[in-house]
């Protein structure tokens, strides 16, 4: 449990969690698409493109997308839990998604929705999270319990998966 409902993470802790992020699944930054997927996806992953999002003039679908997942990654932390929110290269932080998800609470830190950099959501044992990718235009949920909760509510905002596993999902 966290004082703060959102705490930048310090110099070393930044350190220490991207180093297990980069070792855990072999993180794979860039723009050549030969290189994609940039991490290694857990068996409990499913991945799907953003590209429908680029026909919502009115981020109807964006802002559910963002909803689904915040709703999922909180459904998947206990009461007094903590994530991390992790943007490459940039700030990152450690919060409780029980005390930010009100209008008058403090907003959660970065989105699902990777705006051009990588934005990553992990639980501390880093088995439930999200992963946007830029360039690659996608957005990975893992952990079996998030998926249960979200995946068939993404299918619905997104469409298909394009992998599931990390392997290429054809529907």
Known sequence: MIDEPVVQLSEAEYRDVWD???AEFAFRPGM??????AI???LDSVTWSLASLDDD???ERLDRLVEVVKQGLTACVPPHGTLF??????TSFRFSPHLVRGSEQERWPLSPYPDGDYYIYLSKDFLTGS???PWEGSLCLFGQDFLDV???KIDGILGSPIRMSGLPHHA
């Open 20 to 22: 297990r992020f980069d």
């Open 32 to 37: 050549n698409p030969a290189k994609w997927p």
């Open 40 to 42: 290694k996806e857990p």
């Open 57 to 59: 003039p009115a981020y």
């Open 85 to 90: 929110a992790l943007d490459w290269q940039h």
């Open 131 to 133: 992963f946007g990718h």
């Open 150 to 152: 979200a995946s068939a």
